[in-house]
């Protein structure tokens, strides 16, 4: 019996995952689940969505393993997996390496294919397939922010020793576009030699791949592992934590170094390279992005040069590192927003900057920076706390921008 | 060139405008081609509707007829094509319209004559029918011809003439009944009225409406707030409709409302004529777009290419600040 | 209950520039991606929830020069059981009157309850071939259906009208329907759907294979020229950064004595 799916009705009672569902499921590691509470506990949407990660363990194990008295499983509670911001504090939370967050994936990737998906998500998608980035813009414009930059393209280039993958985010959005800008004006003073993809660079896939759309994320990195060998390209840079995180290890780019800005810029910084010329006499903040931190471990890097800079007082959030507080942003939830949520991680994290003293909350992601940017503004704090990206810092203290 | 006959509209005993407009259209074609102007209007009890008529063209032909008390696409075209048949006029032009549509195309195949839909402009050239239509959603327009025949058809997009009453009242001609064949497969079973609103967006004085460019229903505060600043009343265009994001009656254009609001403030709409008929007659007209060749650019009076969502929140507290003499909120 | 939707591919242009070509007959559509008509994809979710609800099949047919097996794979992959691709390199200088007439030789042989097609298509904007197709296959059809029922055989339709009114009309099966986008939300097709839909029945014809004869070929509807239309009126376009814009748009509309 197939069950019905239907695109807008989203509360049908479903009993019965068919046979490739439930072989999805049961590839996954929780059965050893003490039910101990910690995933949801550290969970930065638990209590401001429906999402429950250890309810949702629960039940997932009583389906699995077919005993009698499962308590019904319906579409509105596995849909409220699409709540998930992909932070990983269930995995790392975990004493038992449940990884909650692989349950997470794979119910949306079971939603996935019943066609299931919230009409902003699968309008994302869509366009990242027709057009090679989320919002639907043509990819003819995707190197608009460089126009007055002069930007070497790969393209034009016999072969490519350090390329900057921009990201789409970086690309397109008004606000973003200025860490793509601050990041080339380092590259430039500093006579490094870079290009980047321009109009060939496609979306990395992360958000597909954290949405749970295995096929379209194969899709999207195949056609840049392509760019990759076609260009020749060694080394891959780039801004953004949800690219470098895909970049780095989703894809089988073979014999390609990948890094993060902050890993590049603070070797840099090691080598004596980098000359910073502006004092920013400001007390600054760094804010873990959840894919350079917790899923990477890259913590120091961001540190060092933050305190490279001359005049600048670092300051540790409380909830740092590891134990970074999400800001909401990833996962998919940029293009997902919960009907009735109260308020979003973003806001406890800029008041924790604001009563810290910090000036400015510095991000190494533009999906970050967005997201507490947004929050600033909602709170109305324009004044009391800027949100820049590490590179925009440097960039100021290089005399640029 | 002898003849040009006109398919009136009219719902609930009231001649829609666009059957005006249309006999407006029909008149001037009439008279670059030396032909007469003949307007139909097909329904039961309909006398003072074709009197009414009778100020727009040189004859009216009245069908009366208990079977087509309400517009029924069958009955409709029996009556036409008798008419067409017997008068062989050059061109037909219906309202580019529901009824319009649901008649044109099939009178088109069952009498073989050309049929082109949703033309701005009509003309002959050398003897050839022309048209001037819209492509891609308005973003290109096209002169189009029709092969060559004794007959053309046109469907006239609403709202592109305006209507000219005549000085003399032209020759009223009651038909006589036809008999028309039952038709008990398609049945009309009744009209269904809008139902009373919370809001009545047309009697607004300042609409900020928003389109697909919103995004998701998440985003409407930010609207809702701007709209709160400047002393307005939301609005939509239809892709926020169908995506059940606002209720119907926040809908302007073609299927929703006509406004004529002081301001109108068209947000993430790509101005497609359907929408862009609802509001072009807005005294002042701003419109936000990110896609410079949005066809709103064509309609507004002022144009910002830019990201709503940042031109937006600065707007609200430009307002808010001008308003109340603070720089932020 | 067996289905038939009739499907177009056409170019997505929202935020495309479009320049006529040389010729002006046609238009440069490079770089720019192609899907389903968005009409159709409504008529195409409202196919599949029918049958989801009665049983049966759903046969989808498309006339395309293009290689369309994306836009039918896609349906394949929403749930249609079965395509119909006609094939034909000059499908792009066909008009609808002609489609009609292709759709017709196709489906004249075939069984079926229902055709679902869309209301109009976005590239066009025509919104002939479905009611066409009716008349030619001689079976009852409504237009810009919004809401449908099947009530003791029959269908019962609402259709849009102009300011909000609506019509309840009904009609004996076999009928045509064509469907008004927001009659349902169109589920979401995965690129794994999309590939296992190749497995599902594909059937490619061409006008020879359908015997699609010569005299057919006569349209109705020649494009003389493109061009692009002229701005209606002058619109001004706000320069300069956000702050100096929106301080502009404060500026005219106190001016207008919109603001105090």
Not at chain 1, 136 to 150: H, P, T, V, Y
Not at chain 1, 196 to 225: H, Q, T, W
Not at chain 2, 117 to 132: A, K, M, P
């Amino acid at each position: 019996m197939r069950k019905t799916v239907h695109g807008g009705h989203r509360n049908d009672v479903t009993g019965l995952f068919d046979k490739e569902e439930l072989k999805i499921l049961k590839s996954l590691n929780f059965n050893f689940c003490l039910q101990c509470g910690k995933c949801t506990a550290s969970c930065p949407v638990f209590l401001r969505t429906e999402l429950n990660p250890r309810t949702l363990v629960r039940k997932t194990l009583y389906f699995v393993s077919q005993l009698k008295i499962c308590p019904p499983l319906s579409i509105s509670e596995i849909s409220s997996v699409w709540a998930c911001t992909t932070c990983s504090n269930c995995v790392i939370y975990c004493p038992r390496d449940v990884k909650p967050m692989d349950i997470i994936l794979a119910f949306r990737t079971i939603l996935i294919e019943r066609g299931n998906v919230p009409s902003t998500i699968s309008e994302a998608l869509e366009n990242i397939y027709k057009f090679g980035n989320p919002f639907g813009i043509s990819s003819l414009k995707r190197a608009e922010w460089a126009q007055d930059l002069s930007v070497k393209k790969a393209s034009e280039e016999s072969e490519v020793d350090l390329l900057y993958f921009v990201g789409c985010l970086t690309s397109y959005d008004n606000r973003a576009q200025n860490i793509a800008r601050s990041m080339v004006i380092i590259l430039k003073n500093i006579g490094v030699n870079f290009s980047i993809l321009a109009e060939d660079e496609n979306c990395c896939g992360n958000e597909v791949y954290s949405l749970g759309e295995r096929g379209l994320f194969e899709v999207v990195a195949e056609k840049n592992v392509k760019r990759s060998r076609q260009y020749k390209i060694s080394k891959i840079i780039t801004t953004c934590s949800h690219c470098f995180n895909t970049l780095k290890n989703r894809y089988k780019l073979e014999n390609i170094e990948v890094q993060h800005s902050t890993q590049f810029l603070s070797d840099l910084i090691d080598k004596a390279e980098i000359n910073f010329s502006k004092r920013i006499a400001k007390k600054i903040a760094f804010h873990d992005p959840c894919y350079l931190g917790k899923h990477n471990n890259i913590f120091e890097e961001p540190r060092k040069i933050l305190e490279n800079i001359p005049g600048v007082t670092l300051l540790e959030l409380e909830r740092s590192r590891k134990n970074s507080l999400c800001c909401g942003g990833g996962g998919g939830r940029t293009w997902y927003e919960v009907t009735g949520e109260i308020s979003r991680p973003s806001e406890d994290r800029i008041k924790e900057a604001i009563d810290m003293g910090a000036e400015i909350l510095a991000v190494a992601c533009p999906f970050c920076l967005l997201e507490l940017e947004d929050a600033v503004k909602r709170m109305g704090y324009e004044n009391k706390l800027q949100v820049l990206d590490i590179v925009e810092v440097i960039c100021r203290s290089l005399g640029g921008l | 060139m002898k003849e040009i006959l006109v398919l009136a509209e009219h719902r609930l005993g009231k001649l829609k405008d666009v059957t005006f407009e249309v006999l407006t259209k029909g008149r001037k074609l009439a008279q670059e081609n030396n032909a007469r102007l003949t307007a139909v209007v097909i329904g039961y009890d309909i006398d003072p509707l074709g009197e009414e008529l009778a100020y727009y063209a040189d004859e009216v032909l009245i069908y009366d007829d208990y079977k087509v008390k309400e517009f029924h696409s069958e009955y409709f075209r029996q009556v036409l094509s008798h008419i067409i048949l017997d008068r062989k006029p050059e061109v037909i032009l219906i309202p580019h319209t529901s009824y319009g549509l649901e008649l044109a195309p099939s009178l088109a195949i069952e009498l073989n004559i050309p049929i082109i839909t949703d033309v701005l402009e009509i003309s002959f050239e050398n003897g050839r029918f022309v048209v001037i239509r819209e492509y891609f959603g308005g973003k290109l327009k096209a002169k189009v011809t029709l092969r060559e025949s004794p007959r053309y058809i046109a469907t006239v997009r609403v709202g592109v003439s305006k209507s000219e009453k005549n000085e003399s009242k032209g020759q009223v001609t009651k038909m006589q009944n036809l008999d028309l064949m039952d038709i008990p497969y398609k049945r009309v079973i009744g009209l269904i009225k809008p139902p009373p609103e919370a809001v009545d967006i047309s009697s607004a004085g300042i609409i900020v409406a928003v389109g697909r460019g919103i995004g998701d229903a998440k985003n409407l505060p930010l609207i809702e707030e701007l709209s709160k600043v400047i002393g307005g009343v939301i609005a939509c265009s239809r892709p926020v409709v169908d995506m059940k994001w606002l209720p119907k009656e926040r809908l302007v254009g073609l299927s929703g409302k006509v406004v004529k609001p002081k301001l109108y403030l068209a947000i993430g709409i790509s101005g497609q004529f359907y929408h862009v008929y609802g509001m072009m007659n807005s005294e002042l007209i701003i419109a936000i777009n990110k896609d410079p060749n949005a066809p709103i650019f064509g309609v507004a009076d002022y144009g910002i290419v830019e990201d709503l969502f940042k031109v937006v929140p600065q707007l609200i507290s430009k307002i808010y600040g001008k308003m109340y003499g603070e720089e932020n909120k | 209950m067996d289905i038939i939707v009739c499907v177009k591919s056409v170019p997505i242009t929202t935020g495309a520039e479009l320049i006529p070509d040389k010729t002006r007959k046609d238009v440069i559509l490079d770089n720019i991606p192609f899907d389903i008509n968005e009409w159709d994809e409504y008529a195409l979710e409202e196919a599949i929830r029918l049958k989801e609800r009665f049983g049966g099949n759903v046969t989808v047919i498309s006339v395309s020069s293009r290689d369309i097996d994306e836009a039918i794979l896609k349906c394949l992959a929403k749930g249609a059981d079965r395509a119909i691709k006609i094939v034909d390199k000059l499908v792009a200088e066909y008009d609808a009157y002609t489609i009609a007439k292709i759709l017709y030789t196709v489906i004249k042989s075939m069984k079926y309850d229902l055709i679902l097609c869309g209301a109009q298509a976005g590239d066009d904007g025509y919104a002939l071939v479905g009611v066409m197709l009716a008349s030619l296959l001689r079976i009852p059809y409504v237009t810009f259906v919004k809401r449908l029922e099947l009530i003791n055989g029959s269908l019962r339709t609402v259709r849009e009208l102009e300011e909000g009114f609506e019509e309840i009309v009904e009609v004996e099966l076999p009928a045509l329907l064509t469907v008004q986008t927001g009659i349902n939300e169109p589920r979401y097709a995965s690129i794994m759907a999309i590939r296992k839909a190749r497995q599902k029945e594909i059937i490619t014809l061409d006008l020879k294979s359908i015997n699609f004869a010569e005299s057919n070929f006569d349209g109705w509807i020649e494009i003389q020229e493109f061009f692009t239309p002229e701005r209606r009126k002058k619109c001004i376009m706000l320069q300069g950064d956000l702050n100096e814009i929106t301080t502009k748009v404060v500026e005219i509309l106190r001016q207008k004595g919109i603001l105090r």
